[in-house]
């Protein structure tokens, strides 16, 4: 079986490509957020693997308006992806819906007022949600909040009078105890709630997956898949668990290395080849392994691999084994 551009999988690049008929770079931006779990409503100090400077390039900081964020942020890209001219402005750092309503109107809207931003990505957890959030969200994609917002797009140069706008919830796990063990300050039953409210306003939905958080085996992570084919999300993300020098998990890695899965490169690369025949084929999968800058681990054993070429290696891997997302549903 092929999917978008010859692929064993259902990649998100081709998803936008189809979609829009070009790709839609985002651009990183940091709106001064924090998370329930940081400032004592859910929790204190943060989930356990978390520096959220490791996880966002240095154009973002929250010292910047999101103009000059998206500004640099446009610079930067255009070395590395020539082809990319409309970008989606991508709230990342920490919890971005974990405001009042009126800051979160004023936040997004900004970011939409760049003439070459279509849209946006909201990062948040499920427990920063409510049914007054969604329903704003809701408006905004369907074009009755911006009035005169236009965006030329390349599919038949259509006129678009509503941005893209994306929910991506991170999950991390869907195994309660992990939930509890890595600090995340709620259950997969609040995570269930939050998507199922975010799907009935027919908002684009993605999520964000850990594999090797501690105490989850090889196994239990195969049948997370099934509970992942059972939410109503269009796209995935999943990383491996990279060791962040300074967090709690450092300590606990260091203290209990017997809990955590040890991937090697050609080992994960095995591993999720086993997770995407157990994924359902309509799930654009968006990422399946992270970069983390050298300087904030402490080491580096898959080497200094980039993205791009961990994508060969991954559809190399489906053509060696002959399989393809979905082939075991």
């Avoid at 001064?32 to 978390?50: E, L, S």
């Avoid at 939905?205 to 085996?217: K, N, R, T, W, Y």
Wanted: hydrophobic share 35%; aromatic share 10%; with cysteine.
């Amino acid at each position: 079986m092929e999917f978008f551009d010859g692929r064993r999988y259902n990649s998100s690049v081709g998803y936008f490509k189809r979609k829009y008929g070009e790709r839609l770079q985002k651009i990183v931006i940091d709106a001064g957020f924090t998370c329930p779990n940081r400032d004592g409503k859910a929790g204190r100090g943060g989930c356990t693997y978390c520096d959220n400077a490791a996880f966002h390039p240095s154009y973002s900081t929250s010292g910047k308006s999101l103009y000059d964020q998206m500004e640099e942020g446009i610079e930067f890209h255009k070395v590395r992806y020539r082809n990319a001219t409309r970008y989606l402005a991508y709230f990342q750092s920490f919890s971005n819906t974990y405001a009042p309503l009126e800051r979160l109107r004023s936040l997004y809207e900004e970011a939409l007022s760049h003439p070459s931003v279509v849209g946006i990505v909201i990062g948040t957890r499920p427990d920063c949600v409510d049914e007054g959030k969604l329903d704003y969200l809701a408006e905004l994609a369907e074009g009755n909040v911006l009035k005169g917002w236009e965006r030329t797009m390349s599919v038949e140069c259509a006129v678009r009078k509503s941005p893209v706008v994306i929910v991506e919830y991170g999950i991390e796990s869907c195994y309660d105890r992990t939930l509890e063990r890595i600090n995340r300050g709620h259950d997969f039953a609040a995570v269930r709630k939050a998507v199922e409210m975010t799907a009935q306003r027919g908002l684009d939905m993605g999520a964000h997956f850990i594999l090797g958080l501690p105490g989850e085996s090889r196994q239990m992570m195969l049948e997370e898949c099934a509970m992942i084919n059972g939410l109503p999300i269009r796209s995935a993300k999943f990383h491996q668990l990279q060791i962040v020098k300074g967090t709690a998990m450092e300590k606990e890695y260091r203290e209990h290395p017997e809990d955590f899965e040890h991937f090697t490169l050609d080992g994960y690369l095995d591993f999720f080849v086993d997770m995407l025949e157990r994924l359902r084929p309509d799930l654009n999968i968006e990422r399946f392994a992270g970069e983390v800058p050298p300087r904030f681990v402490n080491e580096t054993p898959w080497g200094l691999v980039r993205n791009v070429e961990l994508l060969r290696m991954l559809e190399h891997r489906l053509e060696e084994r002959g399989t393809w997302q979905g082939r075991l549903l």
